[in-house]
């Protein structure tokens, strides 16, 4: 009864509690740092859209802010804009390289789902199901390549 008790209290505390301090050693802070390698799809002055290190549809592509930011609740407007305009792209991109019809945005803030407690969001097309739980620097290369690509073949891109 208390093991139970122990792991449901477990799988309800948030990872990321929205309260808690900015950690910069989290995995996005060292990457930003410059301390950890990165598959970087497409950056701007105040975001980087980049490949996560596992997914379930090929052509996930995350969107972070540079600044460290734990949650939604501490954006400003204008990097909450900035996010989601980087999204739009990414996942224009994405239909590009995948043919995908659709997408999806997913945001967390302090829930258990919340692995990385610097506020991302997963753009993820609704390619065919191919989980990675683990990719390779060469499976986040070849995903990168791909979607990277079809951004340089944005209309207006030159």
Not at 66 to 85: C, F, H, I, Q, S
Request: net charge neutral; glycine share 6%; hydrophobic share 45%.
């Amino acid at each position: 009864m208390l093991l139970a008790l122990a792991l449901q209290a477990a799988a309800t505390t948030p990872r990321c509690p929205l309260n808690a301090p900015y950690d910069p050693t989290n995995p996005f802070a060292q990457i930003l740092a410059g301390k950890a390698p990165a598959s970087i799809v497409a950056q701007t002055r105040d975001m980087i859209a980049l490949v996560p290190i596992a997914w379930e549809h090929p052509g996930h592509v995350l969107v972070i802010p540079r600044r460290g930011v734990r949650n939604l609740d501490d954006m400003t407007a204008t990097e909450m804009a900035d996010a989601l305009l980087l999204a739009r792209r990414v996942a224009a991109a994405q239909r590009r390289a995948y043919g995908n019809t659709g997408y999806a945005i997913q945001q967390n803030n302090g829930g258990g789902a919340q692995h990385v407690c610097h506020v991302h969001f997963h753009v993820i097309p609704n390619t065919p199901v191919e989980k990675v739980e683990s990719a390779t620097p060469a499976q986040m290369e070849a995903v990168r390549a791909r979607v990277a690509g079809a951004l340089d073949r944005e209309p207006g891109a030159e």
